[in-house]
């Protein structure tokens, strides 16, 4: 049973066409992953769902008595209130029934009232009433279950008193779902849904969106989430929306057999139409020599044939590559022992130790993946290996010839470029002249006018891909790498783990992509409780070895 259609929609912003004639339909059951290069309209297509944008053309129709529930992308929770508490907010119906029974309180305590009998029974037959509706939208099991599903996306108890405004961005974003899920929607709109959570929380967070008993979709770069979850994969693009059956490993496959399917098609209508062409001319040829009104009718009925096919939509296009970054990061030969982490210990002060007798080895060309609970000390780790802080013990040794190129989670290695332009800043790193340097900059899918655009006015996504620039001209052979495919989109990141395939270096990457992960990293070391455990193999290696260790 379909529960929203989409019928022929088209939106455009700021004369840009955002999609065009787009249909589509979302089943009672359905796990649905919204993917798409960024700007491709992902997010403007929920909000046209939820009516937060008004679409140019074309209709969105809800099936009958069917509730949508819609979580943005960015969350902004009230400040100076607990996480209970901003949990606690009860959906407008709940409410409205709420202050209802509050007022009908108030009446019961009037003198008037409560002193007169027939104005009594008509109060007491109002809160019946009110009761009635309150019990049916489960107002005496609010509290409990707003607890119980903060419990399953891992809050704590001793976390329920915790002020929002100290909240990680992946907490935030799990206050909100559940406020939003306690509603019950039949229809569930997710954008980013898992950003900033840890494994342990995107694991939690999976396993609530299997078992959710409505429709879900979810925009998401997350390719192990969307694997574990989706049952079919919508793909919006160049203002098309195609939609391929099974999780997100099906749909590449799919998606590259419809490509060359569509490309075989294309070559065999292309001879078809350099035929029929040649066959008109011939036709056209003939009767200018001849004057034979045959030919003449002959070649006007190919002619037909030919406007017949493109008024009717019968022209196949031929397969066309979506522009990507080009990078590579080639590397070389350094130091057989790349960075060597020995009897480690930090801590910001005696009594809270992040991590105590830490050893690491990292040779040449092994890549590693460094796992672990947010707050466990990861980035802190790349810091003292860079040098930006100092340990309270222990030695990190860096191999002689080890140059490091460094990849920051929250991009604070182009802090200090805000104020300049990309232009800038590729010449700083590299001298050459300004057309090598915008030419070199378009490689990363900069236009000509953002080369010239201040870098804080850039989105994450143009912000990453002009770190890993920057990393590309510097030639390390030692990559630190932090979060390097969070804000980046589904093509780019195909496009860093081919690039980190062909890197002549050693590897060390923080990353809860999972998928990212199986793809690039040959070992897995998790930090945890102050300690490094080492796991042979890619993410779902680890995994494994985690869950039979726990059963």
Sequence with gaps: MHVIKIDHLTINHAGRVIFHDLSWAISSRDRIGLVGPNGSGKSSLLKTIVGDITPDAGTIVPAKGISIGYLPQDITLPPGITVIDAAMTPPPALAEIEA??????????????????????????????????????????????????????????????????????????????????????????????????????????????????????????????????????????????????????AYTTERELRRLRQQQQYNTQQKQIAQIEAAIKRFELWASLVVNERHIKQARSRRKMLDRMEANGEIIEQVTERRKMDLQLNGWRGSTKALELVDLAMGFDDDDLLFLDLNLLVRHGERVGLVGPNGAGKSVLFRLILDELDSLDGEIKLGPSTRIGYYSQEHQKIAAWLDRTPLDLIRDISPKSESSAVAFLLKFLFTYDQTRQLIRTMSGGERSRLQLACIMLEQPNLLLLDEPTNNLDIPSMEVLEAALDDFDGALLVISHDRYFLDQVVDRIEELDNGALTRFEGGYTDYLARKESVQA
């Design 100 to 249: 209802r029974l509050a007022r009908i309180e108030d009446q019961l305590s009037d003198p008037e009232v409560y002193n007169n009998g027939h104005k009594l029974v008509r109060v007491l037959e109002k809160q019946e009433q009110a009761l009635e509706i309150y019990e049916e939208l489960g107002g005496p099991s609010h509290a409990n279950n707003v607890r119980e599903l903060l419990l399953r996306l891992g809050f704590a108890e001793d976390d329920f008193d915790l002020r929002t405004e100290t909240l990680s961005g992946g907490q935030k974003k799990l206050v909100a779902l559940v406020r939003l899920v306690i509603q019950a929607p039949d229809v569930l709109l997710l954008d980013e849904p898992d950003n900033h959570l840890d494994l342990a929380g995107k694991r939690r967070l999976e396993k609530f969106l299997r078992g959710y008993h409505g429709a879900v979709v979810i925009v998401s770069h997350d390719r192990y989430l969307l694997d574990d979850v989706a049952t079919s994969i919508a793909e919006l693009g160049d203002g098309k929306l195609s939609v391929y059956t099974g999780n997100y490993s």
